[in-house]
């Protein structure tokens, strides 16, 4: 290969792969006590995923311990995992070092996890915009999206639906099964 034909085959790979950006994950959103941006397209394009809106004073928090779970178990298959605590149902703390005591040392949470974002209405992410615009807003804490590989949401769960129930399952399997986008 000539020394002029990878930087071009880079430049052509990284266009190709910002084209194929699925509208779900554009954008960025900070890291739960982190001085640093997940840039969502980035880190989750071409996966299967699971998204969950999280609360640490809810009764519904210690599937936190489910999730971890299912995230261990299939994160060798290429699951990701996105917990994003909000305040939109009144049971976050605003203080993001008190969320992170909850997810991390409380419930061992590994997954990727963001500071207190809003998920409902007009001042939701826009991931969780496009999340409710293919599927619903959630009704709650603890909602969960599973999302394919093109990133399109295949199902979503209320928060009574625990992380081991077997249509959560099935909905993963087939997320982790999609293929993903290609180019062209």
Not at 159 to 183: C, H, M, Q, R, Y
């Amino acid at each position: 290969m000539r020394w002029y034909a990878v930087p071009l085959l880079l430049l052509v790979a990284g266009g190709a792969l910002a084209s194929e950006c699925p509208e779900v994950l554009q954008g960025q959103l900070p890291k739960l006590r982190a001085k640093e941006q997940i840039d969502l397209c980035q880190k989750f394009a071409g996966k299967p995923l699971v998204v969950v809106n999280t609360a640490s004073y809810c009764g519904f928090a210690p599937q936190f311990e489910g999730l971890e779970a299912v995230y261990k178990r299939y994160q060798g298959q290429g699951l990701e995992m996105l917990g994003v605590p909000s305040n939109d149902f009144k049971q976050e703390d605003s203080n993001s070092e008190k969320t992170a005591k909850v997810c991390y040392a409380n419930y061992g949470v590994t997954f990727t996890m963001t500071e207190p974002q809003s998920v409902r209405g007009e001042n939701a992410t826009h991931l969780f915009k496009e999340l409710a615009r293919q599927s619903s807003p959630p009704r709650w804490n603890f909602y969960k999206y599973v999302v394919d590989r093109r990133g399109k949401v295949i199902a979503s769960f209320s928060s009574l639906t625990k992380p081991d129930d077997p249509d959560f399952i099935e909905a993963i399997n087939k997320a982790i099964a999609s293929t993903p986008a290609t180019g062209g």
